[in-house]
């Protein structure tokens, strides 16, 4: 039983010594960061503007968003609130030019993390290569640590990007 004790209270304290380490070394990162990813797809840019844009209909292309619900708010402003494997988020449209740039951002303030997305659609011979640059602060110091260097901190935008293309029919791997 004494063993039991020892071991047990071993474990306990190399996890807090563990979650002190990696909470001293978040705390030395950056709370901001910068990442930008793009794909190429054999398709106009409206084309692929339209299905970016169409936020209800995201759970049909992406696998990690199970419902999306969209409201147009007094000013004019696009808002959308994603369910799915990340919980809740809620977003705003804050810059629309269709079929050429559109920037959202991240409208909760209790996340631990917070930011916003530029999306370009930019003309290239005969396809489009889209962009989506993340400008992103993560206040939380345990998890800048593990967006960091665990998650990095293209994971969602590979993601996103990678299920597009799918749905496109394409295989593209974001760059």
């Known amino acids: 039983m004494k063993l039991i004790l020892i071991i047990t209270a071993s474990l306990i304290g190399l996890l807090l010594i563990t979650v002190a380490i990696i909470s001293l070394l978040g705390a030395r990162l950056p709370r901001e960061h910068v990442a930008s990813r793009s794909i190429q797809l ?42 799915g494997r990340h919980g809740v988020l809620n977003f705003e449209v804050v810059e629309d030019v269709p079929g050429e740039r559109m920037v959202t951002r991240i409208i909760d303030t209790d996340l631990g993390y917070s930011g916003k997305w530029t999306y370009v659609f930019a003309t290239e011979k005969e396809s489009t290569r889209l962009t989506i640059t993340e400008h992103g602060e993560v206040s939380n110091v345990l998890f800048r640590f593990l967006s960091k260097h665990i998650f990095g901190h293209t994971a969602t935008i590979d993601g996103y990007l990678s299920a597009l293309a799918r749905h496109f029919g394409e295989s593209s791997t974001p760059k």
């Open 42 to 83: 054999h398709k106009p840019p409206d084309e692929i503007y339209a299905v970016v844009h169409d936020f209800a209909s995201m759970p049909k292309w992406r696998n990690d968003v199970e419902r999306v619900d969209v409201t147009i708010q007094s000013d004019g402003r696009i808002h959308f609130r994603e369910t």
